[in-house]
């Protein structure tokens, strides 16, 4: 898994209540990815970093935020969890530029 | 644009077949292709990858096929084994701020190779 873990890889909540996912790295790239995976829809992109407090949106970006505030943590939270964020969420490092990404093993949330 | 259309959606085959995969994209600003596997429970995993100014790239059983006037490009897996066994997601990077990349993917195929 690239030197990549999250955490919790298990977590099953409650509507309305807020949900933090880690992923932590120990090789210090630069850029790193947060994705939900869904039947159907394949993998699609939340946010990413590409730097210490560098972030951008992806394309499913809405209801969710992230934080890098140092290298090897990137966080993703969800402010007011809906079922409709229940999903695999997967966190992917990139070692460089035309280089390609890395997955973690990936956290399933159930929001009830 | 932004879509990665692949297909089939799921594939099964004997053992010792050519399974073949397709995608298709229609935004010219994508410039890396790479092709993933993944095992139920798991991360995908990198398995091969093309830049467009490559018609084709071989890595031991596994090749990808390129066609850059037609915006399709294809995976074709040499005699298939029950380990092959797994999803297989196609994926399109374009080049965003800050020297990242995003990359888009194609929905899955599921294959199944029979012994």
């Known amino acids: 898994d690239a030197g990549i873990t999250q955490s919790p890889r298990h977590k099953v909540t409650e509507t309305g209540t807020p949900v933090t996912l880690r992923c932590h790295q120990t090789?210090?790239?630069?850029?790193m990815y947060w994705y939900r995976q869904d039947p159907g829809h394949g993998l699609r992109l939340i946010h990413y970093?590409?730097?210490?407090?560098?972030?951008d949106k992806g394309e499913v970006s809405d209801g969710y935020s992230v934080s890098r505030s140092k290298t090897e943590d990137f966080l993703l939270t969800l402010e007011s969890a809906t079922s409709s964020q229940t999903s695999v969420y997967f966190c992917?490092?990139?070692?460089?530029?035309?280089?390609?990404?890395?997955f973690g093993p990936g956290t399933r949330l159930l929001v009830l | 644009q932004q879509q990665v259309k692949q297909s089939p959606q799921s594939l099964i085959v004997q053992k010792g077949g050519i399974p073949i995969i397709n995608c298709a994209y229609e935004?010219?600003?994508?410039?890396?292709f790479p092709w993933y596997q993944q095992f139920p429970g798991k991360g995908p995993a990198l398995l091969i990858a093309i830049r467009p100014d490559v018609s084709e790239k071989k890595e031991g059983r596994f090749t990808i096929s390129f066609n850059k006037s037609a915006k399709q490009f294809s995976l074709h897996i040499m005699d298939s084994q029950p380990g092959d066994s797994a999803t297989y997601f196609c994926?399109?990077?374009?080049?965003?701020?800050?020297?990242?990349?995003?990359?888009?993917f194609g929905k899955g195929t599921k294959l199944t190779v029979n012994p």
């Open positions: 994926a399109a990077s374009i080049s965003t701020q800050g020297g990242s990349e995003k990359l888009v």
């Open positions: 090789e210090n790239h630069r850029y």
């Open positions: 992917a490092i990139r070692p460089g530029e035309r280089e390609t990404q890395y």
């Open positions: 970093s590409y730097g210490v407090k560098d972030t």
């Open positions: 935004n010219t600003a994508f410039d890396y």
